[in-house]
């Protein structure tokens, strides 16, 4: 399952990322959970009902979040867990900036 | 509203996605201190800058902002969420309501007078040193 993650784990772009990131109110309640306890370490079905979700209704997201890396699955004896990748939300964080400063605002030039 | 938008950016995206999006808004001519007055334009530059995402994090702050008045957001992810905050500003007038995490006029200013009538049935830990003459 990791090496999976590791494979399906796509490059994107800041405006990209930023635009995949949070783009459902799962994805902003997950990025939320995550940053407030970075080393929350839990199955699908517990962190779902932390967000006042079900696992199916945020399985979708948390697969997009898994293939932009800033979670990651693990297997722990017969559980699946998902954990958070703080360094790989910092490159995220990062991405998203640089695309910040890229864009032109009204006042430039 | 500021501290809610505040509050949303950091711990949605981070401390210096926050600081990208302050320093974005400042690019567009709104200071932080004006967050409140022009939240229509910082909405418009927030769709700019993440397109359809941008109403993930304005739903969130208006839910953030209608907790922190202790409202009940009567609203879905789709309504108008610029028309639900203006509901709320009016709401907050009309029923005099205030934030959970703002310091009423009376803690700012020390503690309150005792009246000479209720002088005896207050509890002997609420009257202070200044009380006492």
């Not at chain 1, 994107?12 to 109110?25: E, K």
């Not at chain 1, 970075?38 to 945020?58: F, M, N, Q, S, Y």
């Not at chain 2, 007038?93 to 703002?102: C, I, K, Q, Y």
Request: with cysteine.
């Amino acid at each position: 399952l990791e090496k999976e993650n590791l494979d399906t784990r796509t490059e994107l772009d800041g405006g990209s990322q930023a635009f995949r990131l949070f783009s459902t109110q799962a994805k902003g309640d997950l990025l939320i959970l995550y940053h407030l306890n970075p080393g929350l370490i839990d199955t699908i079905d517990a962190v779902a009902r932390r967000i006042g979700r079900t696992a199916k209704e945020i399985d979708e997201d948390v697969r997009d979040l898994v293939t932009i890396g800033v979670l990651r699955t693990r297997k722990i004896g017969s559980h699946e867990v998902i954990t958070f990748d703080k360094s790989k939300d910092d490159e995220a964080q990062e991405s998203i900036v640089s695309h910040l400063k890229s864009i032109k605002t009204g006042r430039a030039g | 509203l500021r501290a809610c938008f505040d509050l949303v950016l950091k711990n949605m995206l981070g401390q210096k996605v926050g600081d990208g999006i302050y320093d974005l808004l400042d690019r567009e001519g709104i200071q932080r201190s004006e967050i409140s007055a022009k939240f229509d334009e910082v909405v418009s530059v927030l769709n700019k800058a993440f397109g359809t995402s941008a109403r993930v994090l304005v739903h969130k702050i208006a839910v953030g902002l209608y907790a922190e008045y202790s409202a009940w957001p009567k609203f879905t992810f789709y309504d108008s969420l610029t028309e639900q905050i203006v509901r709320l500003r009016d709401k907050v007038v009309s029923d005099r309501l205030t934030p959970r995490h703002t310091l009423t006029i009376d803690h700012q200013s020390g503690p309150k007078p005792v009246p000479e009538s209720n002088a005896k049935t207050i509890p002997s830990h609420e009257i202070s040193f200044t009380d006492i003459k």
